[in-house]
């Protein structure tokens, strides 16, 4: 069982080293890691999920369901419940998730993805109705892609994000 426990810390360690590691050059200073690391699932990181930051279409079409990434947008839109309730413009009245895009303005369910905001630190730094000078900004978010909101995104298991330099 000791044998076990020191596994999983190392194991720990080894992931959050690996999540630091996702400072790239067009990231600003503006970083944040969020305390919502573990769900009680096991995923596994391996170094490709923070080497490389996928965009939203390579995110849709490219990386299976259950891995973990990261990927980057724009801020277009917020939503609660399904994508069908999704809010394009201001004012917004959801801080249950925002919707990033490829494109600034995009307005199409299948062009988003869905970014759950679990805690309240993330609704408070990152949810348009409290934040609607987010809109438009470029973010970026490391963690597992699941399906969320009817629309593929992150939910709960977000290791980090930060934004992004235009």
Same mark, same amino acid.
């Given at each position: ?36 690391? $573990? %769900? ?5 990181? *391996?170094?490709?999920?923070? /080497?490389?930051?996928?965009? +939203? =279409? ?36 959801? $801080? %249950? ?5 490829? *494109?600034?303005?995009?307005? /199409?369910?299948?062009?988003? +993805? =869905? ?44 290791? *980090? ?6």
């Amino acid at each position: 069982m000791k044998l076990y426990k020191l596994f999983f810390l190392v194991l720990c360690a080894l992931f959050f080293v690996n999540c630091e590691k996702s400072v790239v050059d067009d990231v600003d200073h503006k970083r944040h890691k969020t305390e919502d690391v $573990d %769900n009680g699932e096991s995923d596994s990181v *391996d170094s490709s999920a923070i /080497s490389h930051i996928y965009t +939203i =279409a390579e995110f849709q079409h490219d990386i299976p369901e259950g891995k973990v990434v990261t990927v980057s947008g724009y801020i277009v839109g917020a939503c609660s419940k399904h994508i069908k309730n999704a809010e394009w413009e201001y004012p917004f009245t959801y $801080d %249950n998730a925002i919707l990033l895009a490829d *494109d600034r303005g995009e307005t /199409s369910p299948e062009q988003v +993805i =869905a970014i759950q905001l679990a805690s309240k630190l993330l609704k408070e730094e990152l949810g348009l109705k409290s934040n609607p000078d987010n809109y438009g900004k470029k973010i970026f978010f490391c963690g597992v892609k699941h399906k969320y909101l009817g629309v593929f995104g992150i939910k709960k298991n977000i290791y *980090d994000y930060g934004w992004m330099e235009e």
